[in-house]
């Protein structure tokens, strides 16, 4: 290809000319053109010159950046889901013999397979040049692949459709010409269509990501539009119609949007309603695309009137002619329908990687009307008019379309004949009152096999739901879409009487059982969770969650609205989701909102969070104790089983403080103005001088996505009182945002790391909010603290010494850094204020080793000390996935916080930790044996 006539030319071009602008962003990072050419030039010692890249992590800054790295490299990439399953990973990077993959954030234990090479994106963005940095555009052949799509996956082993470099450009080139753009223009990135990114970057244009959660949560996604100012984002319908469905009539305010294109279903007439209603002078663009052959064509529904019949899905780009065949693969003629195929040698693609069978049956070369062609089967049926447009029927048989995802019925069914037995099987698409569009599974049994998925799955005659154990066991191997909703054995398959083929007009119809509320015992999440999904009550397990059982992410919206009402605060969809019914109705009610709250507030003071927790408690002594006389310090703790005042009584009891300097507030953070009604949040924020936030969800087994998750509503809502009150805040911020081992770590911000836990994650993501806020702030990253009187018995350290103590043995090379935690308090408590955001690693060089225990502890190697050492399963499994923990040897750079304690203290910043007097208290020579 020569110069501007290839994708990576353009980008290249787009990188020269546009530096000084934002290229990609989402809520954590912003990267310039500038920056991404820089950061393209870092990543490209890293690419192989003769295999693709795999690209890990959701789509995010860091994700599209290594993937536009690749393309203007001339380096096809795939795309790999951290959704997926840990087997289909695997089996995508064998079967395109990839070694490299580009990590934009951290992989569970074992996600990635052993063997392959890592690259983390995050530190190679790290300290980017403002400048321009000179890049060259690859010489790229035509048929060479410009990314890989990994579809369907419907046997666990997705297949692997390269796009040529030629058919992305003539593509491109073509829909320009629809949907144009430019500098000015805000493109929300969809997170099922990462590859649409590289339209906008070749001509100058903002690429925004959203987090999941905002494209799930309706509510979110609106407010995502406002922040961003996004002026065009892809959806597919369903997905638009149920946001849209779930929000208030009439227009939407403060939303900057011009232009919706939807992809991967057909848009049907109360979809082109709601958008007319609720985002007016939006246009509307009906894409009909397919992997294989790409763009195909485009067409504005935005003012469609109402299709009774077959849709119109436009005329064919110019690379492309529509041909539709026969049963007897004859052409057939305008108006006449058949099996949809489409011919174009620039556009076709040249099949699936390592699947030729697969690709002779798509991938057809035909002899007709006296010449040889090649056509792809879209599986799709329709007809060409007269005026040259497409009309799409439906799909056939052995191709399924569900949430734009592709289903390959042959390949499914063979993959269910792993788990259950059958004679004859049937996936097919159903539409479900309150559910929409779901994969069912019709078959037949005899007796023996019937009896088998008896025993094996509980599986009944008739309609069931998914079993969540059979759900449980495919979703390892399958995705989720491929997993079906619903099981319906039949006596036998209805036959048409005139084809001799399944007739699937006959195939029963999903009535959804109503849930059943006579059981007094269900909560809330399990009642909901059952109306949702049509099943009763009591066919679904409270240790389980949503996803499990068999909901969909298109239920969870649903799921997710009804649990705001009835709990009366935000839930995070990923929560909705994927956290089990029982825990979820717990965490909801734990933190719900009982109504705003009137409270008289007339005294200064500062402001603590996490006051009954370890640190907290010992903070509100230090506080007390600095404070005048005449200031009070209010303390925001959330309802659990023992009441708010209760438990700060016994606080202030234990650390003698004298109740009347308290002032309860009973919320919790993540509550908007702390459960306030406006008049007394008001006078709260003339009160308070100073907040000292110290409340975190600390559950080192629980995901970053789930901390991160219940760490920013909290964050936000302190920052806005911050903000509201014009107070200076003090963070306490973890040594989590570091590796257990390296540095030595600045005083600085913090970005994430291979191996980042869910904690250090949060930290990291709640520091960015506070540096971005305009506040001053402190923020104090700590490690582990102890109170020689008083263990901290949820500290992951003072378990392993409780576990040494009761075994008499030790791991080798045993190292961990604690401080005190009174000196923290009194540091927190007592530091000068100061304007900006300032950093203080408040953790000395100074570790608890082996030379510091007792005599005659023995010391076994770390995996035979986890064999015999007196842990939980949760507690073993924890260090296990992370042994670091036991020889965590990491160093930091202290000089701030060395020079404020030394100032407040008159002691050096080694003062705080006496490992020494921690290992005399922890441990004694008298062993048990």
Same mark, same amino acid.
């Given at each position: %290809?020569?110069?501007?006539?290839?994708?990576?030319?353009?980008?290249?071009?787009?990188?020269?000319?546009?530096?000084?602008?934002l290229?990609?962003?989402?809520? !954590?990072?912003?990267?310039?053109?500038?920056?991404?050419?820089?950061?393209?030039?870092?990543?490209?010692?890293?690419m192989?010159?003769d295999?693709?890249?795999?690209?890990f992590?959701k789509?995010?800054?860091?994700?599209?950046?290594?993937?536009?790295?690749?393309?203007?490299?001339?380096?096809p990439?795939?795309? /790999?889901?951290p959704?997926?399953?840990?087997?289909v990973?695997? #089996?995508?990077?064998?079967?395109?013999?990839i070694?490299?993959?580009?990590? !934009?954030?951290?992989?569970?234990e074992?996600?990635?397979?052993?063997?392959?090479?890592?690259?983390?994106?995050?530190a190679?963005?790290a300290?980017? =040049?403002?400048?321009?940095?000179?890049?060259?555009?690859?010489?790229?052949a035509?048929?060479?692949?410009?990314?890989?799509?990994?579809?369907?996956?419907?046997?666990?082993?997705?297949?692997?459709? $390269?796009?040529?470099?030629?058919?992305?450009?003539?593509?491109?080139?073509?829909?320009?010409?629809?949907?144009?753009?430019?500098?000015?223009?805000?493109?929300?990135a969809?997170?099922?269509?990462?590859?649409?990114m590289?339209?906008?970057?070749?001509?100058?244009?903002?690429?925004?990501?959203a987090?999941? #959660?905002e494209l799930?949560?309706?509510?979110?996604?609106?407010?995502?539009?406002?922040?961003?100012?996004v002026?065009e984002?892809?959806?597919?319908? *369903?997905?638009?119609?149920?946001?849209?469905?779930?929000?208030?009539?009439?227009?939407?305010?403060?939303?900057?949007?011009?232009?919706i294109?939807? +992809?991967?279903e057909?848009v049907?007439?109360?979809?082109?309603?709601?958008?007319?209603?609720? /985002?007016?002078?939006? *246009?509307?663009?009906?894409?009909?695309?397919?992997?294989?052959?790409h763009?195909?064509s485009?067409?504005?529904?935005t003012?469609?009137?109402?299709?009774?019949?077959?849709?119109?899905?436009?005329?064919?780009?110019?690379?492309?002619?529509?041909?539709?065949?026969? @049963?007897?693969?004859?052409v057939?003629?305008?108006?006449?329908?058949?099996l949809?195929?489409?011919?174009?040698?620039? %556009?076709?693609?040249?099949?699936?990687?390592n699947r030729?069978?697969e690709?002779?049956l798509?991938?057809? #070369?035909?002899?007709?009307?006296?010449?040889?062609?090649?056509?792809?089967?879209?599986?799709?049926?329709?007809?060409?008019?007269?005026?040259g447009?497409?009309y799409?029927?439906?799909?056939?048989?052995? %191709?399924?379309?569900?949430?734009?995802?592709?289903i390959q019925?042959?390949?499914?069914?063979?993959?269910?004949?792993?788990?259950?037995g059958?004679?004859q099987?049937?996936?097919?698409?159903?539409?479900v009152?309150?559910?929409?569009k779901?994969?069912?599974?019709?078959?037949?049994?005899?007796a !023996?096999?019937?009896?088998?998925?008896?025993?094996?799955?509980?599986?009944?005659?008739?309609?069931?739901? %998914?079993p969540?154990?059979?759900?449980?066991?495919?979703?390892?191997v399958?995705? !989720?879409?491929c997993?079906?909703?619903?099981l319906?054995?039949?006596?036998?398959?209805?036959? +048409?009487a005139?084809?001799?083929?399944?007739?699937?007009?006959r195939?029963p119809?999903?009535?959804?059982?109503?849930?059943?509320q006579?059981?007094v015992?269900?909560?809330?999440?399990?009642?909901?969770?059952?109306?949702?999904?049509?099943?009763?009550?009591?066919?679904?397990?409270a240790a389980?969650?949503?996803?499990?059982?068999g909901? @969909?992410?298109?239920?969870?919206?649903?799921?997710?609205?009804a649990?705001e009402?009835?709990?009366a605060r935000?839930?995070?969809?990923d929560?909705?989701?994927n956290?089990?019914?029982?825990? /979820?109705?717990?965490?909801?009610?734990?933190?719900?909102?009982?109504?705003?709250?009137?409270?008289d507030f007339t005294?200064k003071?500062?402001?603590?969070t996490?006051?009954?927790?370890?640190?907290g408690?010992?903070?509100?002594a230090a506080?007390?104790?600095?404070? =005048?006389?005449d200031?009070?310090?209010?303390?925001?703790?959330r309802e659990?089983?023992?009441a708010?005042?209760d438990?700060?009584?016994?606080v202030?009891?234990?650390?003698g403080?004298?109740?009347?300097?308290?002032v309860?507030?009973?919320?919790?953070?993540?509550?908007?103005?702390f459960?306030?009604?406006?008049?007394s949040?008001?006078?709260?924020?003339?009160?308070?001088?100073?907040?000292?936030h110290?409340?975190?969800?600390? +559950?080192?087994?629980?995901?970053?996505?789930?901390?991160?998750?219940?760490?920013?509503?909290?964050?936000?809502n302190?920052?806005?009182?911050?903000?509201?009150?014009?107070?200076?805040?003090?963070?306490?911020?973890? *040594?989590?945002?570091?590796?257990?081992?390296?540095?030595?770590?600045?005083?600085?911000?913090?970005?994430?790391?291979?191996?980042c836990?869910?904690?250090?994650?949060?930290?990291?993501?709640?520091?960015?909010?506070?540096a971005?806020a305009?506040?001053a702030?402190?923020i104090?990253?700590?490690?582990?603290?102890y109170?020689?009187?008083e263990?901290?018995?949820?500290?992951i350290?003072?378990?392993?010494?409780?576990?040494?103590?009761?075994?008499g043995?030790?791991?080798?090379?045993?190292?961990?850094?604690?401080?005190?935690?009174?000196?923290?308090?009194?540091?927190?408590?007592g530091l000068?204020?100061?304007?900006?955001v300032?950093?203080?690693n408040?953790?000395p @060089?100074?570790?608890?080793?082996?030379?510091?225990? $007792?005599k005659g502890?023995?010391?076994?190697?770390?995996?035979?000390?986890?064999?015999?050492?007196p842990?939980?399963p949760?507690?073993?499994?924890?260090?296990?996935?992370? $042994?670091?923990?036991?020889?965590?040897?990491s160093?930091?750079?202290?000089a701030?916080?060395?020079?404020?304690?030394?100032?407040?203290?008159?002691?050096?910043?080694?003062?705080?930790?006496?490992?020494?007097?921690?290992?005399?208290?922890?441990?004694t020579?008298s062993?048990?044996?």
């Amino acid at each position: %290809m020569s110069a501007r006539s290839n994708v990576p030319a353009q980008l290249t071009q787009a990188l020269h000319e546009h530096a000084p602008r934002l290229a990609l962003t989402d809520h !954590a990072l912003s990267l310039t053109y500038g920056q991404l050419a820089a950061l393209t030039v870092r990543l490209q010692p890293h690419m192989p010159t003769d295999a693709p890249v795999a690209v890990f992590g959701k789509p995010s800054t860091l994700f599209g950046a290594a993937a536009a790295a690749c393309v203007i490299s001339g380096r096809p990439f795939v795309h /790999l889901d951290p959704a997926m399953p840990r087997e289909v990973l695997r #089996n995508i990077l064998e079967e395109l013999a990839i070694a490299t993959v580009f990590v !934009a954030e951290p992989p569970a234990e074992g996600q990635l397979p052993e063997g392959i090479t890592p690259v983390e994106v995050s530190a190679l963005a790290a300290d980017l =040049p403002d400048d321009a940095t000179p890049i060259e555009a690859p010489d790229v052949a035509d048929d060479a692949a410009i990314y890989i799509v990994a579809t369907s996956g419907t046997t666990g082993k997705p297949k692997c459709i $390269p796009v040529t470099q030629r058919s992305a450009f003539l593509s491109y080139e073509w829909r320009d010409a629809y949907t144009p753009y430019g500098p000015e223009d805000r493109v929300g990135a969809y997170i099922f269509a990462i590859w649409e990114m590289f339209r906008p970057l070749r001509r100058g244009a903002r690429v925004t990501f959203a987090r999941f #959660n905002e494209l799930m949560n309706p509510a979110d996604l609106v407010r995502f539009w406002q922040r961003t100012g996004v002026t065009e984002m892809l959806f597919t319908p *369903s997905a638009l119609e149920k946001a849209l469905r779930a929000l208030p009539a009439g227009p939407i305010p403060g939303v900057a949007l011009q232009r919706i294109i939807l +992809n991967g279903e057909v848009v049907n007439d109360d979809l082109i309603a709601a958008v007319a209603e609720k /985002l007016p002078g939006v *246009s509307l663009w009906n894409l009909y695309s397919i992997c294989e052959t790409h763009d195909i064509s485009i067409t504005d529904v935005t003012a469609r009137g109402a299709v009774d019949g077959a849709v119109s899905v436009g005329v064919p780009m110019p690379h492309l002619r529509a041909v539709v065949l026969d @049963d007897a693969d004859a052409v057939c003629g305008p108006g006449q329908p058949g099996l949809l195929h489409f011919e174009g040698t620039e %556009m076709l693609g040249p099949g699936y990687v390592n699947r030729p069978e697969e690709t002779a049956l798509r991938f057809r #070369n035909l002899t007709l009307e006296g010449r040889e062609r090649r056509l792809y089967d879209t599986g799709d049926q329709g007809y060409v008019g007269a005026d040259g447009a497409v009309y799409v029927i439906g799909r056939i048989a052995h %191709m399924l379309k569900l949430r734009g995802h592709s289903i390959q019925t042959r390949e499914l069914t063979e993959s269910l004949r792993g788990y259950i037995g059958f004679g004859q099987a049937v996936p097919w698409i159903k539409e479900v009152e309150g559910q929409g569009k779901v994969l069912v599974l019709y078959y037949t049994s005899d007796a !023996a096999q019937q009896a088998q998925n008896r025993a094996d799955w509980g599986l009944d005659t008739g309609q069931m739901r %998914m079993p969540a154990a059979l759900s449980k066991a495919m979703r390892a191997v399958l995705p !989720a879409y491929c997993v079906p909703a619903y099981l319906v054995r039949l006596d036998e398959m209805p036959i +048409n009487a005139v084809s001799g083929k399944t007739d699937y007009k006959r195939l029963p119809d999903i009535t959804p059982q109503e849930a059943e509320q006579s059981d007094v015992s269900a909560v809330p999440t399990v009642v909901e969770a059952a109306r949702v999904m049509g099943c009763a009550v009591g066919e679904l397990d409270a240790a389980l969650s949503f996803h499990a059982q068999g909901g @969909d992410s298109l239920m969870a919206v649903t799921y997710l609205l009804a649990l705001e009402e009835i709990y009366a605060r935000p839930v995070d969809f990923d929560f909705a989701l994927n956290v089990a019914l029982g825990r /979820l109705h717990e965490l909801l009610s734990d933190t719900a909102q009982t109504g705003v709250t009137r409270a008289d507030f007339t005294r200064k003071g500062v402001l603590l969070t996490g006051a009954t927790g370890f640190l907290g408690s010992r903070l509100l002594a230090a506080a007390a104790r600095d404070l =005048p006389e005449d200031h009070v310090v209010y303390c925001v703790i959330r309802e659990k089983r023992n009441a708010p005042t209760d438990r700060m009584q016994r606080v202030a009891e234990a650390q003698g403080v004298d109740p009347d300097r308290l002032v309860l507030i009973s919320a919790s953070i993540e509550d908007a103005q702390f459960g306030l009604d406006a008049e007394s949040y008001g006078a709260l924020t003339d009160c308070v001088t100073r907040v000292i936030h110290c409340a975190a969800m600390v +559950n080192l087994a629980v995901d970053r996505s789930h901390s991160e998750a219940w760490s920013q509503a909290g964050i936000s809502n302190v920052i806005r009182l911050c903000q509201d009150a014009g107070a200076e805040l003090r963070f306490t911020s973890s *040594s989590a945002v570091f590796p257990d081992t390296g540095g030595p770590f600045a005083e600085a911000p913090a970005v994430l790391f291979d191996g980042c836990s869910g904690y250090g994650a949060a930290k990291i993501d709640a520091e960015a909010q506070i540096a971005d806020a305009g506040i001053a702030a402190a923020i104090v990253r700590l490690p582990s603290l102890y109170d020689l009187a008083e263990p901290n018995a949820k500290d992951i350290y003072e378990i392993i010494m409780a576990a040494c103590q009761r075994c008499g043995a030790v791991p080798e090379g045993l190292m961990f850094r604690m401080v005190d935690a009174n000196a923290v308090a009194r540091f927190l408590t007592g530091l000068p204020s100061r304007e900006g955001v300032h950093y203080y690693n408040f953790a000395p @060089d100074t570790w608890l080793r082996l030379s510091d225990l $007792p005599k005659g502890y023995d010391a076994l190697p770390q995996d035979e000390w986890l064999e015999a050492a007196p842990l939980s399963p949760a507690e073993r499994n924890l260090i296990a996935a992370d $042994p670091t923990v036991l020889h965590a040897d990491s160093r930091f750079e202290h000089a701030g916080a060395d020079a404020a304690w030394q100032a407040m203290s008159g002691e050096p910043l080694s003062a705080i930790s006496d490992a020494p007097a921690l290992a005399a208290a922890r441990f004694t020579s008298s062993l048990p044996r």
